[in-house]
T-cell receptor, first 112, second 112 residues
Framework: DAKTTQPTSMDCAEGRAANLPCNHS???????VYWYRQIHSQGPQYIIH???NNETNEMASLIITEDRKSSTLILPHATLRDTAVYYC?????????????FGKGTTLSVSS | DVKVTQSSRYLVKRTGEKVFLECVQD?????MFWYRQDPGLGLRLIYF???????EKGDIPEGYSVSREKKERFSLILESASTNQTSMYLC???????????FGQGTRLTVV
């Protein structure tokens, strides 16, 4: 079973920040938090990942709580093209093979 | 750009046929994955491979096998296709460690 819990769906107005929460209360010390998204009919797309520090890239910001039991993905200015299913995943840093186990994700709907 | 290429976008096969789904990546990634995606069930891991000739079962390996004879190619085999294997199949690859995974566009398999 997936080790994360996400809301089933969220709505966001275009131009506003979208804040997508994820609970991973059983995360272990060497597990990373990854975020992917899947736009309809396409393969999932990587967004960002982090271990314990907050991370930012050109797509989004990742805020991880100090106890690492939850995180929030922030899309600072959501657009209609950000409408997608967003997956929060935890995985090991393991050279021998890190299998990313997806849950059901959060369906984000961005409207004008 | 990294490319993960799946051999077919759409495939229709008959019950009982042996089916091969091919996936090729061009980035020398160690890890490769096969998922299936069904409405309401999200992405479920079938098998993954962390090196040539190495494989690990995922959450739903029953009815499937895999082959990885070369680093760039990971094949999913349905030994005797059944109608409950009608699904979208997604291949992914990544380097070892906490890196992003790249997904193919998927193969929509219909077993009749």
């Amino acid at each position: 079973d997936a080790k994360t819990t996400q809301p089933t769906s969220m709505d966001c107005a275009e131009g506003r920040a979208a804040n997508l929460p994820c609970n991973h209360s059983t995360i272990s010390g060497n597990e990373y938090v990854y975020w992917y998204r899947q736009i309809h009919s396409q393969g999932p797309q990587y967004i960002i990942h982090g271990l314990k520090n907050n991370e930012t890239n050109e797509m989004a910001s990742l805020i991880i709580t100090e106890d690492r039991k939850s995180s929030t993905l922030i899309l600072p200015h959501a657009t209609l093209r950000d409408t997608a299913v967003y997956y929060c995943i935890v995985g090991l840093n393991n050279q021998a093979g890190t299998a990313l186990i997806f849950g059901k994700g959060t369906t984000l709907s961005v409207s004008s | 750009d990294v490319k993960v290429t799946q051999s077919s976008r759409y495939l229709v096969k008959r019950t009982g046929e042996k089916v091969f789904l091919e996936c090729v990546q061009d980035m020398d990634h160690e890890n490769m994955f096969w998922y299936r995606q069904d409405p309401g069930l999200g992405l479920r891991l079938i098998y993954f491979s962390y090196d040539v000739k190495m494989k690990e079962k995922g959450d739903i390996p029953e009815g499937y096998s895999v082959s990885r004879e070369k680093k760039e190619r990971f094949s999913l085999i349905l030994e005797s296709a059944s109608t409950n294997q009608t699904s979208m199949y997604l291949c992914a690859s990544r380097y070892g460690g906490p890196t992003e995974a790249f997904f193919g566009q998927g193969t929509r398999l219909t077993v009749v």
